[in-house]
Structure formats: structure tokens, C-alpha cells
């Protein structure tokens, strides 16, 4: 699901803005109106889809803390701290560590790249080199 959210000025002054949210599969809802956008500069950024869908209690808890200006809340399920996209926003870019609510499209995650199997050393028995005991001088 792709999100898209436009911050528009509309006259002079601090509260002055427009805020236009759309959707191109509009399914599932996204906050239209966080408080913390009015002091922005116009932008636009969308909301890239993820693998699962967040559990709804996630997504109103996110949603309860972009709210209230907070930059973090903390997960129910697993008790890590999680940055709102407040948090991100204020930040100004994406920090690259495919964070859950990052508003830039995970611009700066960098590609998963499989990692190569170590190659096993080989033994001086395996090599044709004889071994020696220690013991013999």
C-alpha cells in the first residue's frame, strides 16, 4: 500500500496549512492530520509498503504518539523502543536501519547481500605435509 501525504501553505502565518493525504489502494487508514507537520517546511513523502500489515493496536499507538510530538513509544509485543515517524522527521533523513515507520522509503537502507560461507582451512594432513609431534625433538 502506498501512501502519499502533501503539506500545502495556505496563506502567511504558523497554522496556515493544508494537509491532503491520498492513497492509491486506499485499504488501510493513515493519520491525515499530525500535529507536528503544521511547523514544516511543504513536502512530500509516502509510506512504503511493508511485508505484514502492523497490528492495529500498533498502528493507534503510533499513531497516539505522532500526536502528541512524541519521538519514540514502546512496542507492547516485544518491549523495544520504536521512533515514530515524528522522530524520523525530525531527524531529517532516513538513518538506513529499515526502521518500521520510516517516512523517506528506506532511501538510505542498503541492499541485503547473502553472505559467503568460510572456507574451511585445510590440515597439514589434508595438505600432504607430514605432521609432527610435538613431543619429538
Same mark, same amino acid.
Given at each position: 500500500?502506498?501512501?502519499?501525504?502533501? +503539506?500545502? $501553505?495556505? #496563506?502567511?502565518?504558523?497554522?496556515?496549512?493544508?494537509? +491532503?493525504?491520498?492513497?492509491?489502494?486506499?485499504?488501510?487508514?493513515?493519520?491525515?492530520?499530525?500535529?507536528?507537520?503544521?511547523?514544516?517546511?511543504?513536502?512530500?513523502?509516502?509510506?512504503?509498503?511493508?511485508?505484514?500489515?502492523?497490528? @492495529?493496536?500498533?498502528?493507534?499507538? %503510533? &499513531? @497516539?504518539?505522532?500526536? *502528541?510530538? @512524541?519521538?519514540?513509544?514502546?512496542?507492547? &509485543?516485544?518491549?523495544?523502543?520504536?521512533?515514530?515517524?515524528?522522530? %524520523?522527521?525530525?531527524?531529517?533523513?532516513? /538513518?538506513?536501519?529499515? /526502521?518500521? &515507520? /520510516? $517516512?523517506?522509503?528506506? +532511501? *538510505?537502507?542498503?541492499?541485503?547481500?547473502?553472505?559467503?560461507?568460510?572456507?574451511?582451512?585445510?590440515?597439514?594432513? @589434508?595438505? #600432504?605435509?607430514?605432521?609432527? *609431534?610435538?613431543?619429538?625433538?
Amino acid at each position: 500500500e502506498r501512501m502519499a501525504l502533501a +503539506v500545502f $501553505p495556505t #496563506g502567511l502565518g504558523r497554522s496556515s496549512w493544508s494537509i +491532503v493525504t491520498f492513497s492509491l489502494f486506499p485499504k488501510r487508514p493513515f493519520f491525515t492530520s499530525p500535529s507536528f507537520l503544521s511547523r514544516s517546511s511543504p513536502f512530500v513523502f509516502t509510506r512504503p509498503k511493508m511485508a505484514e500489515p502492523l497490528p @492495529q493496536d500498533i498502528e493507534d499507538l %503510533h &499513531h @497516539q504518539a505522532c500526536e *502528541n510530538e @512524541q519521538e519514540t513509544y514502546i512496542d507492547p &509485543h516485544t518491549g523495544f523502543t520504536v521512533f515514530t515517524s515524528y522522530g %524520523h522527521w525530525r531527524r531529517g533523513k532516513c /538513518c538506513g536501519s529499515l /526502521c518500521r &515507520h /520510516c $517516512p523517506y522509503d528506506f +532511501v *538510505n537502507v542498503r541492499k541485503r547481500t547473502p553472505k559467503r560461507p568460510l572456507k574451511a582451512r585445510k590440515t597439514p594432513s @589434508q595438505t #600432504g605435509s607430514p605432521v609432527r *609431534n610435538l613431543d619429538e625433538s
